[in-house]
C-alpha cells in the first residue's frame, strides 16, 4: 500500500470514529427505564442473516414465551432480505413485525428494548454503539471487531452504559466447555504448556452466495451506509454478500472460527491477549477474486509481558480438505484435556521412568470425563438451533431481566478482537505483531497496525 493511500485510509477511520464517539452524548437521559419483572421485551433483529435465521431464532423461539420476549421489527439495508425477514418472522410469531430501511429508522421508533446484531463482520463494534446509545441491550454476534479503534470505542461505550451486552462466543455457555474451565482452573491440570486448535472444510459454496449476488441491485440497498467507515469503493454485491472473502470488510478464518477458539484458551488461562502472533498462509485453493486466505497457520505466544513462562497456541485453518469437526486441545505435563473427546487423559503425560531420570515425581492425570458422554460436541458456529447457541440467547435474555453480566460480557468480545486483529496484522504485513497495554494497539515493526 502506498504512503498516500495510508494516510487516506488512516484518516478515514480516524475522522470516522471520532463521528461515531461524537454522534451521541452519554448520559442518563440515553437510556429508558429498567424494565419490570412482567414487562415484555421487544426485540429488533439487525440484519437478516443465515446466523440469525438458522442459529438466533430457533434458540430465541425455544425461550421467547417463557420469559415474555418477543421480536417487532427487522432493519437490513436491502429491500430483498428486509421483506424475507418480514415475511418469515410474521409466519413464525402471527404477529405484526415491522421492516426497517436502516437501524436509524428502527431505533427513532423507540419501539425496541433489545436487538440481535448478526451483520457483516466490520459492522459488529459499531452497530453495537449505535444499539446502547438507543437504550438497547444487545446480542452481538463475533467477531466483535476487526480493527483497534471499532474496538476500543465499542468497549468505551458499553462501559460507559448500564446495557447487558452478550457477544456471540456460545462455547462460555457450553456445559464441557464450563467443565473444562472449571477443572483446569482447579489446579488438577497443571499448567497450561501448549494448546492446538484447528477448523477445516472442503466446501467450494462456503461464504459464497452466486445466486444471491445475481440478485443483488444497488438500487435496492443503501451501499454508503453498509461501508460505515470503511473507505469508499464502488458498489460491489459479492463484498456486499460475500464479505466473508474480501478484507477490509471480514478478516476470513481468523474472525470467523479462530475468534471461537481463542475466546476458550483466554478464558482458561486468563491471559487478555498474545504477547505476539505470527501467521502464514494464502490463497491455495480457491482462486475466485477472494483477498482473504483460504488457508491460514497462526502461532502464537502466551504469558506473562515479562516474557517468562507462558505457552503456545497453533492455530490452522484449511478450506481444501477438512469436515468442519473442530480441534480444541490443551496439554499440560500431565496429560491433555481434549475438548473433541470430551475427556481427560494421561496422554503424553509425565512418565514415572522418565520422573525418575531427573530426580522428578510422576505426573499423570486420570482417565475421566469432563461431562456425561452423552453431551454434545459444537462442530460448526453455524449449527443452527444448537444448545451452546440456545443456553447463550436464553443467558442473555434472563440477564436483560436481571441486569446481571452475562457469560460472555463485552470484554470477551474486546479481547478476542485483540488476538484476531493481530493475526490480520501478521497476514497483512508479513512480520510478528505484538500488543501495546499502554496505547490498546497492536504494533507491527514498532508501529501501530493500520490497513
Not at 41 to 49: K, L, T
Not at 87 to 109: C, H, M, Q, V
Not at 283 to 299: F, H, L, S
Not at 309 to 335: A, K
Request: proline content about 4%.
Amino acid at each position: 500500500m502506498t504512503t498516500s493511500r495510508r494516510k487516506f485510509v488512516r484518516n478515514t477511520a480516524m475522522t470516522a470514529a471520532a463521528t461515531w464517539a461524537g454522534a451521541w452524548s452519554l448520559n442518563a437521559s440515553s437510556y429508558r427505564r429498567i424494565l419490570g419483572a412482567n414487562d415484555r421485551v421487544r426485540v429488533g433483529v439487525v440484519g437478516y442473516s443465515d446466523r440469525f435465521r438458522y442459529a438466533h431464532l430457533p434458540s430465541f423461539m425455544q425461550h421467547c414465551k417463557d420469559l415474555n420476549f418477543e421480536i417487532v421489527g427487522v432493519s437490513d439495508l436491502w429491500k430483498l432480505r428486509r421483506e424475507e425477514g418480514v415475511a418469515f418472522l410474521k409466519s413464525k410469531f402471527n404477529t405484526p413485525i415491522t421492516g426497517y430501511r436502516n437501524n436509524d429508522e428502527l431505533y427513532s421508533t423507540k419501539l425496541v428494548d433489545a436487538v440481535f446484531i448478526s451483520t457483516p463482520d466490520f459492522q459488529h463494534a459499531l452497530h453495537t454503539v449505535e444499539a446502547v446509545h438507543a437504550g438497547c441491550d444487545v446480542y452481538c454476534e463475533k467477531p466483535f471487531a476487526e480493527t483497534m479503534e471499532d474496538a476500543r470505542l465499542a468497549l468505551k461505550t458499553v462501559k460507559a452504559s448500564d446495557r447487558v451486552i452478550q457477544i456471540g462466543s456460545q462455547r462460555r455457555s457450553g456445559k464441557n466447555y464450563i467443565a473444562a474451565e472449571r477443572y483446569i482452573k482447579s489446579g488438577k491440570f497443571g499448567a497450561i504448556n501448549m494448546v492446538e486448535l484447528n477448523w477445516n472444510v472442503n466446501q467450494p459454496g462456503r461464504w459464497r452466495r452466486p445466486a444471491l449476488v445475481a440478485k443483488c441491485k444497488q438500487e435496492d440497498l443503501d451501499w454508503k451506509r453498509f461501508l460505515l467507515n470503511r473507505p469508499y469503493v464502488n458498489f460491489d454485491p459479492r463484498k456486499y454478500l460475500e464479505y466473508r472473502l474480501f478484507w477490509p470488510y471480514s478478516s476470513g478464518q481468523p474472525g470467523q472460527w479462530m475468534s471461537h477458539q481463542i475466546d476458550t484458551v483466554h478464558w482458561y488461562s486468563g491471559f487478555n491477549h498474545p504477547r505476539s502472533v505470527i501467521a502464514n498462509g494464502g490463497i491455495y485453493n480457491w482462486n475466485d477474486g477472494r483477498t482473504n486466505w483460504d488457508t491460514t497457520t497462526a502461532v502464537f505466544d502466551y504469558g506473562p509481558s515479562d516474557g517468562k513462562g507462558g505457552f503456545q497456541v497453533v492455530f490452522s485453518s484449511r478450506m481444501g480438505n477438512g469436515d468442519e469437526i473442530t480441534t480444541e486441545i490443551y496439554y499440560s505435563q500431565g496429560g491433555e484435556l481434549n475438548l473433541n473427546t470430551n475427556k481427560i487423559s494421561p496422554r503424553g503425560g509425565l512418565t514415572a521412568a522418565f520422573a525418575k531420570e531427573m530426580d522428578m515425581k510422576p505426573f499423570l492425570l486420570p482417565e475421566e470425563d469432563l461431562v456425561d458422554s452423552s453431551a454434545k460436541i459444537e462442530v460448526s458456529a453455524m449449527a443452527g438451533g444448537d444448545e451452546y447457541t440456545s443456553a447463550h440467547v436464553r443467558n442473555w435474555m434472563e440477564c436483560i431481566r436481571s441486569r446481571r453480566q452475562t457469560n460472555a460480557p463485552v470484554e470477551v468480545g474486546y479481547y478476542h478482537s485483540i488476538a484476531n486483529i493481530m493475526v490480520n496484522a501478521s497476514v497483512h504485513t508479513g512480520q510478528k505483531a505484538t500488543f501495546d497495554e499502554r496505547t490498546q494497539e497492536v504494533m507491527v515493526g514498532g508501529k501501530p497496525f493500520k490497513y
